[in-house]
T-cell receptor
């Protein structure tokens, strides 16, 4: 079946502009996660959704970052007034939240470049 | 806070075994994962191990877990050029939410 998809695959924007990144999780997956991967770094957790609610927003780096999930499916990550340090690959993952394994499956990511 | 450490680079000859190591600090972690990332691609789940296991084998992959030392390793037998990628160790955070804590990744280079 289809995996996690993300759009756009690449986004170049100017400093100060707002951007929206989209994630389509695997159908039926209850949990959705956003991570950020900066150049040469590991993955940094941003936010976790269970259904439409976000019990853990602890990883959002500033109030310029927000995310929502509607209908228990698609999620959008919005970055307002982008800064150059926001340049990174933003990865989305989803999981079934069944049993204890909760294996997360990742999308291909959106590469964001802020000029 | 929770931390996961990996060596950054490993170079092996084609046909040899590769061993990628990882240490972590959260002793309550229940599941530990290995992901593979090829250039320009997302993360591909390779394998995972539950914390009450010492070893898990899946074809060419062997995962060893030393819970006492909080050490995880991934062994790739008969390493091929197609195994060249970045390998991430990830530990499930035990603090109530299902977030993964990732290491910085080990870049595996396979040469003839």
């Amino acid at each position: 079946g289809a995996g996690v998809s993300q759009s756009p695959s690449n986004k170049v924007t100017e400093k100060g502009k707002d951007v929206e990144l989209r994630c389509d999780p695997i159908s039926g997956h209850t949990a959705l996660y956003w991570y950020r991967q900066s150049l040469g770094q590991g993955l940094e957790f941003l936010i976790y959704f269970q259904g439409n609610s976000a019990p853990d927003k602890s990883g959002l780096p500033s109030d310029r970052f927000s995310a929502e999930r509607t209908g228990g499916s698609v999620s959008t990550l919005t970055i307002q007034r982008t800064q150059q340090e926001d340049s990174a690959v933003y990865l989305c993952a989803s999981s079934l939240l069944s049993g204890n394994t909760d294996t997360q499956y990742f999308g291909p990511g959106t590469r964001l470049t802020v000029l | 806070g929770e931390d996961v450490e990996q060596s950054l680079f490993l170079s092996v000859r084609e046909g040899d075994s590769s061993v990628i190591n990882c240490t972590y600090t959260d002793s309550s972690s229940t599941y530990l994962y290995w992901y593979k990332q090829e250039p320009g691609a997302g993360l591909q789940l390779l394998t995972y191990i539950f914390s009450n296991m010492d070893m898990k084998q899946d074809q060419r992959l062997t995962v060893l877990l030393n819970k006492k030392d909080k050490h995880l390793s991934l062994r790739i037998a008969d390493t091929q050029t197609g195994d060249s990628a970045i390998y991430f160790c990830a530990v499930m955070f035990s603090g109530g939410y299902n977030k993964l804590i990732f290491g910085a990744g080990t870049r595996l280079a396979v040469h003839p």
